[in-house]
């Protein structure tokens, strides 16, 4: 595969996740807007709903490919010892991986 290709994928992946970002932003202050409180139950209730619950973990992860890409992209840009930009890489990558299990540890517990 050429750089190029490369490059045009991570372009292409970075503008789908930021438009289902928005998508689901939009319909998430909606959804916040229209209803009368609820509290913690309210919340949720509406979150192991099977549609809404896919949904969240779908923008969870759009979220961490668009950060992936966007901080790596300023790694490789910005960062030229290849240590340093090895070591870094590294930790945003855990950092985002533990994030992703942090987000699945709530929303698996609201489906047991």
């Not at 490369?6 to 292409?12: A, D, T, V, Y």
């Not at 409180?37 to 668009?66: K, N, S």
């Not at 930790?91 to 994030?99: F, Q």
Request: charge should be positive; glycine fraction near 8%; charged fraction near 10%.
């Amino acid at each position: 595969m050429s750089r190029s290709l490369h490059g045009l994928r991570s372009w292409l992946l970075q503008r789908l996740t930021a438009v289902y970002l928005l998508i689901y932003l939009v319909y998430f202050f909606i959804h916040l807007l229209l209803r009368d409180g609820g509290g913690y139950e309210g919340w949720r209730g509406w979150l192991a709903q099977p549609a809404v619950a896919i949904a969240t973990v779908l923008f969870f992860t759009a979220l961490l490919f668009h950060a992936w890409i966007g901080l790596r992209d300023v790694v490789m840009d910005y960062v030229h010892p290849f240590a340093w930009r090895l070591s870094l890489l590294a930790l945003i990558g855990v950092g985002l991986l533990t994030m992703g299990l942090w987000v699945l540890l709530i929303m698996i517990p609201l489906h047991i």
